[in-house]
């Protein structure tokens, strides 16, 4: 099936620095990615859109200075935390619509997930 | 309030069936999952319904959708231990074409 990784796994970083998290689809073509964040023991609250070659869309109460998304070919996406602070400590996750398979029943297929810890 | 709800835990006896509820608000929603998530990991597709279906059966899972009541289960039939686990109920929107989860149910299975 469709693989959809995230690099890295696990960061931990000191406070004010910033993190970029990529996304890769790795066998099929992505239009669509999204990101989302998971705090412990909670949903997944979806962060934002990401659309190829055009800016994401971010929902409301995301920041977009804060968590910068490019979305620059169609199989990768990366996440910048910038300047990260320990409430940002989280679950990210990522999710690839692709072109074919995919876009037709909406299924999106997940990466495994980066844990951030900011000290 | 909380567009999709599911109950926090569920907890069965290994062997018996499963069953994980969830209630959704929006009329425009085209497909319905459910997806499982194992500890520290990422999500994994269980199934999904197309709004138009009733049920749904795949080996031991069954979905059932009541359109009217905005009503979804997933039944696990023959529940194991490797059935431990986040099963969040997921709704698509034609409209926004995005995904919104609920709050997920963390099954566990007692002996």
């Known amino acids: 099936g469709a693989v959809v990784s995230q690099h890295p796994s696990r960061v931990i970083c000191k406070s004010g620095t910033s993190v970029k998290i990529e996304c890769r689809s790795l066998?099929?073509?992505?239009?669509?990615m999204f990101w989302y964040r998971q705090f412990p023991k909670q949903s997944l609250m979806l962060m934002a859109t990401?659309?190829?070659?055009?800016?994401?869309?971010?929902e409301q109460g995301v920041e977009k200075d804060k968590f910068l998304i490019n979305h620059a070919s169609l199989t990768l996406s990366t996440l910048t935390v910038t300047s990260a602070h320990p409430e940002d400590s989280s679950f990210y996750i990522c999710?690839?619509?692709?072109?074919?398979?995919?876009?037709?029943?909406?299924?999106?297929?997940f990466g495994e997930g980066s844990r951030l810890t900011v000290l | 309030g909380e567009d999709v709800e599911q109950s926090l835990f569920l907890s069965v006896r290994e062997g018996d069936s499963s069953v994980i509820n969830c209630t959704y608000t929006?009329?425009?929603?085209?497909?319905l999952y459910w997806y499982k998530q194992e500890p520290g990991a990422g999500l994994q597709l269980l199934t999904y319904?197309?709004?138009?279906?009733d049920m749904k059966q795949d080996q031991r899972l069954t979905v059932l959708l009541n359109k009217k009541d905005k009503h979804l289960s997933l039944r696990i039939a023959d529940t194991q231990t490797g059935d431990s686990a986040i099963y969040f109920c997921?709704?698509?929107?034609?409209?926004?074409?995005?995904?919104?989860f609920g709050s997920g149910t963390r099954l566990s299975i007692r002996p």
């Open positions: 999710s690839a619509r692709g072109l074919a398979g995919g876009a037709n029943t909406g299924e999106l297929f």
């Open positions: 066998d099929f073509q992505a239009t669509t």
């Open positions: 990401s659309n190829e070659g055009s800016k994401a869309t971010y």
């Open positions: 929006d009329s425009s929603s085209t497909y």
């Open positions: 319904i197309f709004s138009n279906m």
């Open positions: 997921a709704d698509g929107r034609s409209s926004a074409s995005k995904i919104i």
